[in-house]
């Protein structure tokens, strides 16, 4: 476990030589494709040894749920994902016996369609295209959609959650089945959900995305006039529903033929939102609760990090660029600190994931999102974790570090460079002492060695130089290392509010 260990061995390195706190966060630009694979093997090998038994059911909230539901159905996706990149044969069995424990079916009578009763359908077509001999592990679902498609009903997914759960199996079975009718009725109800659910009811009429911020509300409930619980000027943009969205398109994109109807429709709302979620990536890595009002982290005992809808995000991101829709220089970086984030802070020594915000709707449901805390079903979590290491995967090996350079193994001290620093509200104020005007670099990394700010400056002047940084919030200690061609400095510099 990493709890208190994490935080004093990252206190110990501030006093360091520079180089170490260099080091860490050259680091966390970096891919191994082995090193991905065995944090997510981490992570699985966790599950299944707490949960071997594949048909037992979850008790939360006082309810009896079964083994099929979006839950797990989340989890086996991300399980078969990560198996078309590395075929492990314990994954893939574990996969069949809960098949086979629920004789491949998907929803109970009540809930025929109903898209958190369908999800499981995913992982049952994935196992069907390993095996098209074995027609039961796609029977039940194929008859699940067949009945809706004999309707004209349009509007069961009412919340974005749905789209996930359900709209992939709509792409798997129009390309297993090679037929339109799929893909014509996956877009009538897309678009349904994307224009018409929000409003003051169900069907209300106006759209759920809003295409002027690229981001999603998670139902009516939820656009406006309903706004973030902690910034009130901000809409409530969810972090996981918008990951459930994301993701969703990305497996319509993966499992659909290039000539599919409407194709471009879904590329243009991915790419739309890859740019919105961009910017609402944390200093730290991760996306929090609420994308665009990040003072809001749900629960005032929660510090911000969210792994599973920082997953979903990642996952999307990594496809995207593999599969050449999204640029590979720009949103590269984005994808990498993500998973090293998750990584590095998220997972535990035994492969317990934290920072996981339990089921919900909104930012501050599930709450505390904690790193030493469970939510209330584990598995949707590691699902979206395994997601993306199946799409990280397919990245390999990426280094994105500058080339090193004499500079970067200085000692900290050097008697002809010094620096100071002031605090004005939220800003840091950084003063430099020159003997002689030189370019300058001013780099300012959090405990965990991850880079806040930089700033570079070409035009300096003799004597002091001010350069000033807004600072990242949710820390308290950071050091700053200031660096020209001749020196470079460092120093730990502790918040007090």
């Known amino acids: 476990m990493k709890t208190l260990h994490l935080l004093f061995s990252s206190l110990l390195f501030i006093f360091s030589p520079c180089v170490i706190c260099a080091w860490q966060t050259r680091d966390s630009l970096v891919l191994t494709q082995s090193e ?44 078969m994902s990560l198996y078309r990149q590395h075929q492990d044969e314990r994954w893939l069995k574990y996969t069949e016996d809960w098949g086979n424990h629920h004789g491949w079916k998907a929803s109970e009578k009540k809930q025929e369609r109903h898209a958190d009763f369908q999800c499981c359908g995913q992982a049952y077509l994935d196992m069907y295209m390993l095996n098209p001999a074995q027609t039961v592990r796609k029977t039940h679902i194929k008859k699940l959609i067949d009945d809706m498609l004999a309707t004209n009903v349009v509007d069961d997914w009412y919340w974005v959650d749905a789209v996930q759960m359900a709209m992939p199996i709509f792409a798997q079975l129009g ?13 009538e109800m897309y678009m349904f959900t994307r224009n ?16 002027e911020d690229g981001l999603w509300y998670r139902d009516y409930n939820y656009d406006p006039p309903y ?45 739309l939102m890859s740019d919105a979620l961009l910017a609402c990536q944390r200093e730290d890595g991760f996306w929090g609760v609420s994308l665009v009002a990040p003072l809001n982290t749900g ?14 995000f990642v996952a999307g991101m990594a496809y995207g660029i593999h599969a050449g829709i999204l640029d590979r220089e720009r949103y590269l970086p984005c994808v990498i600190r993500g998973w090293n984030a998750m990584c590095k802070v998220a997972v535990h020594d035994d492969g317990f994931l934290g920072y996981v915000q339990g089921a919900g709707a909104k930012p ?22 395994l997601l993306a290491a199946a799409e990280v995967y397919q990245l390999g090996d990426v280094d994105l570090r500058e080339p090193i350079t004499g500079m970067d193994i200085l000692p900290e001290k050097s008697d002809n460079l010094d ?28 405990i965990s060695g991850n880079l806040v700010k930089a700033l570079s400056v070409q035009k300096t002047k003799t004597g002091k130089n001010e350069f000033i940084i807004s600072l990242f919030k949710e820390s308290i200690c950071y050091i700053c290392t200031v660096k020209t061609a001749f020196a470079i400095k460092s120093k730990k510099i502790v918040i007090v509010r």
């Open 36 to 79: 991905t694979l065995r944090y997510a093997t981490l992570v699985n090998d966790y599950f299944m040894r707490t949960y071997p038994d594949v048909g037992a059911k979850s008790y939360v909230g006082n309810k009896e749920r079964t083994s099929k539901i979006w839950t797990r159905g989340v989890y086996y996706e991300g399980l």
């Open 175 to 187: 390309t297993i089945e090679k037929n339109e009718r799929y893909f014509r009725r996956m877009y």
């Open 196 to 211: 018409q659910h929000g409003g003051s009811k169900k069907s209300g009429g106006l759209p759920l995305f809003n295409t």
């Open 227 to 271: 706004m973030d619980l902690k910034e009130a000027d901000k809409p409530c943009y969810w972090s996981r529903g918008n990951g459930w969205v994301y993701m969703a398109l990305a497996r319509v994109l993966y499992y659909s033929p290039d000539t599919v109807v409407h194709r471009q429709q879904y590329m243009d709302d991915f790419v």
């Open 299 to 312: 629960d005032t005992r929660s510090p911000g990090p969210e792994t599973s809808g920082t997953a979903l």
């Open 364 to 385: 501050e449901d599930g709450q505390p999102v904690l790193f030493d805390r469970a939510a209330d079903f584990e598995d949707f979590g590691i699902g979206c974790y």
């Open 419 to 446: 620096f100071s620093w002031t605090l004005s509200g939220d800003k840091l104020k950084i003063g430099v002492l020159l003997d002689t005007p030189v370019p300058v670099t001013v780099r300012l990394y959090d």
